[in-house]
């Protein structure tokens, strides 16, 4: 069986999952991104406010630490 690689079957995680993670503000999370130094958060609805990591991005940017 091979998996599929679409945006509605994609691991998302809210900023609160992602600053759990990594032990951190989310004050900090948002400065990382503006500087780029993270990652950039997708809007899973292009009409709506939410925005959300992708579970793939984040777990790459860890394994370079």
Avoid: I
Avoid at 12 to 34: F, G, M
């Amino acid at each position: 069986m091979k998996k599929q690689s679409n945006t509605s079957t994609e691991r998302l995680l809210t900023y609160e999952e992602v600053c759990t993670v990594l032990k951190t503000s989310q004050a900090t999370l948002r400065r990382y991104v503006k500087q780029g130094r993270f990652p950039a958060p997708v809007k899973p609805n292009p009409h709506g406010r939410a925005v959300r990591f992708r579970y793939q991005d984040v777990k790459a940017w860890l394994d370079k630490l």
